[in-house]
């Protein structure tokens, strides 16, 4: 059984902090990771994602990913108050067969003016 | 461009009833996904079409559900003889090939009385 392993939080980060967001897989096959936000009511919206060790980055955004430990994490640096969500990270597996996602339950992330 | 749609987006039912769901995925992609996310829960995946393949059902919760994809694009999910434990927020996605980005649909919530 895959399993995707978030904190969920709350997690709660003063405005302008660097929120840290973590997430664990037993995959050990999966090849992408993707992190997504979402909103109170919303649907999901892709924030990231990645498919090699190391960093990716994108704005405020970096995404880490080490295949050895089996974690991939979201850093989002100057937090501001609309940051404040559920944020979802995601895995897929090997090859065109396992097209589907398999979803941690979301940390919550909440940014204090 | 358009992104996913899904109709309708709020579904009232009696225990018992037949329900219809439907997608239409971003013109172009060729994978298209349903998922469940119930109250207070992560995404759970329910079935994946990729092209002209079978579809990988592995993720229906019972023979209930079932769903079909008409010349490769609409999708409709249905469930029959709902149950209350089918309420939730049912969400499809599209992505241009399997294993790339997936977009979301705004979701249909549903509420079985």
């Known amino acids: 059984q895959k399993e995707v392993e978030q904190n969920s939080g709350p997690l709660s980060v003063p405005e302008g902090a660097i929120a840290s967001l973590n997430c664990t897989y037993s995959?050990?096959?999966?090849?992408?990771f993707f992190w997504y936000r979402q909103y109170s009511g919303k649907s999901p919206e892709l924030i990231m994602f990645?498919?090699?060790?190391g960093d990716k980055e994108d704005g405020r955004f970096t995404a880490q990913l080490n295949k050895a430990s089996q974690y991939v994490s979201l850093l989002i640096r100057d937090s501001q108050p609309s940051d404040s969500a559920t944020y979802l990270c995601?895995?897929?597996?090997?090859?065109?067969?396992?097209?589907?996602?398999?979803f941690g339950k979301g940390t919550k992330l909440s940014v204090k003016p | 461009g358009a992104g996913v749609s899904q109709s309708p987006s709020n579904k009232v039912t009696e225990k018992g009833k037949d329900v219809e769901l439907r997608c239409d995925p971003i013109?172009?992609?060729?994978?298209l996904y349903w998922y469940r996310q119930s109250l207070g829960q992560g995404l759970e995946f329910l079935i994946y079409?990729?092209?002209?393949?079978?579809?990988?059902k592995s993720g229906l919760p019972s023979d209930r559900f079932s769903a079909e994809r008409t010349g490769g694009s609409v999708s409709t999910l249905t469930i029959q003889r709902t149950q209350q434990e089918d309420s939730a927020v049912y969400l499809c996605?599209?992505?241009?090939?399997?294993?790339?980005?997936?977009?979301f649909g705004p979701g249909t919530r549903l509420l079985v009385l």
């Open positions: 996605a599209s992505s241009r090939t399997a294993q790339e980005t997936q977009y």
């Open positions: 995959d050990r096959g999966s090849q992408s």
């Open positions: 990645i498919y090699s060790n």
């Open positions: 013109s172009g992609h060729t994978a």
């Open positions: 995601a895995v897929n597996g090997l090859g065109g067969s396992q097209g589907n996602l398999i």
């Open positions: 079409f990729q092209g002209n393949s079978a579809p990988d």
